[in-house]
Every structure is written in structure tokens, then in C-alpha cells.
T-cell receptor, first 110, second 113 residues
């Protein structure tokens, strides 16, 4: 399956600042998914992107899938303390399995 | 509707001991997965079962075995635990062949001493 690289590994922001995490693959992805994991919790599905150049929004979260379907980003506008956690991107592997990036851990200081 | 359940939540083993991690889902999903999560390593796939009766190796299968007991249940066995298997183990399932969305259980925190 394709390997997905995610940057940055960590991000520390003040509440109200914006945050972006990036996901890159060396090969074209048929789709990409994003998950959020709160500290001590389990990953929770956020969204799936399928189309080239697709942009989806969920309140303050904006997800983009690159034109070449090799990269994706998650942008959070005006972070809140409830945004704390680790954000993972994942690309398809064999069958319906996923290859997860190593994640970006977001810390938000009030 | 409990989603994906895992037992136990915590376990401490001595090197060489064996144990089975249990996972069950009540969403009628076809596919089930076992991942391990280590600090800085993200989620790594151990084994998966695309459908009842089939199992396949993932990225890190060595030291583990799995059984897809029926459509609901997918267990992970450590035959001879090693300290390198200290990790958090997550079971997940997915069911829609048009979406890869996976639903995760709460995890099992395993320490091998």
C-alpha cells in the first residue's frame, strides 16, 4: 500500500490561532481519510475525500485533496481547546485496510 | 448499539506469557482490523479480515495470530509475549464498500515486562 507522510509532527498554538497539517503520498491515492484522536482516546473518522481538488468544510475545519491526488491538508481556523488531539491522514492499502500517517499532535494553549 | 468493543482494557503480561485480545462489532460490518499504536509511530496494521473466513497480514504481523470467529468477532493472539509488544492495540471495522471509513474500539493497553 501507499505510504503517507504527515507534517508537522507537533504543533503548539495559542487559542484563536490557525493550524494546518499536511499529508503527502509518493503515489496517487484513490481517496484519503482524516481521523482525530483525543488524548487517551481512540481515532474517530472525520472525513473522506475522493475527487481531485476536492474541498470540504466542517465548521472551522477545511479539508483539501490535491489536484494530483497525492497530497491533502487539514486547516483549522481559530483553534479552540476542544481541538486538542492528534490528527491522522490515511490512504488506502490492500483490501479496505488503511495506511495511516504518523499524525500531527496539536496542543492549544488558552 | 455499542459499536466496536474490546476486552480487556488493560493487561500486564510477563515475557513469554500468552493472551488473546477480543474484539466484537455490532454494525454488521464485513471488514475488521487490528492496529498497534506506539508513540511517534502512528497506527500500524497488524492483521485484517476483509470478510468472514479470510485473514491477511498487515505491516507488522510477526508475533501475532488472528481468528475471525464469525462476522462479529475478530481476535488477536500473542503466543509468547515480548517487551517489544508493549503497545496500545486498537480493533476497527468497516462495512461500506464505497467508503473506507473505519470505526475504532476503545483500545487495549498492554504492557509486557
Amino acid at each position: 500500500g501507499q505510504q503517507v507522510m504527515q507534517i508537522p509532527q507537533y504543533q503548539h498554538v495559542q487559542e484563536g490561532e490557525d493550524f494546518t497539517t499536511y499529508c503527502n503520498s509518493s503515489t496517487t491515492l484513490s481517496n484519503i481519510q482524516w481521523y482525530k484522536q483525543r488524548p487517551g482516546g481512540h481515532p474517530v473518522f472525520l472525513i473522506q475525500l475522493v475527487k481531485s481538488g476536492e474541498v470540504k468544510k466542517q465548521k472551522r475545519l477545511t479539508f483539501q485533496f490535491g489536484e494530483a491526488k497525492k497530497n491533502s491538508s487539514l486547516h483549522i481556523t481559530a483553534t479552540q481547546t476542544t481541538d486538542v488531539g492528534t490528527y491522522f491522514c490515511a490512504g488506502p492499502s490492500s483490501g479496505y485496510a488503511l495506511n495511516f500517517g504518523k499524525g500531527t499532535s496539536l496542543l492549544v494553549t488558552p | 448499539n455499542a459499536g466496536v468493543t474490546q476486552t480487556p482494557k488493560f493487561q500486564v503480561l510477563k515475557t513469554g506469557q500468552s493472551m488473546t485480545l477480543q474484539c466484537a462489532q455490532d454494525m454488521n460490518h464485513n471488514s475488521m482490523y487490528w492496529y498497534r499504536q506506539d508513540p511517534g509511530m502512528g497506527l500500524r496494521l497488524i492483521y485484517y479480515s476483509a470478510s468472514e473466513g479470510t485473514t491477511d497480514k498487515g505491516e507488522v504481523p510477526n508475533g501475532y495470530n488472528v481468528s475471525r470467529l464469525n462476522k462479529r468477532e475478530f481476535s488477536l493472539r500473542l503466543e509468547s509475549a515480548a517487551p517489544s509488544q508493549t503497545s496500545v492495540y486498537f480493533c476497527a471495522s468497516s462495512g461500506d464498500r464505497f467508503s473506507y471509513e473505519q470505526y475504532f474500539g476503545p483500545g487495549t493497553r498492554l504492557t509486557v515486562t
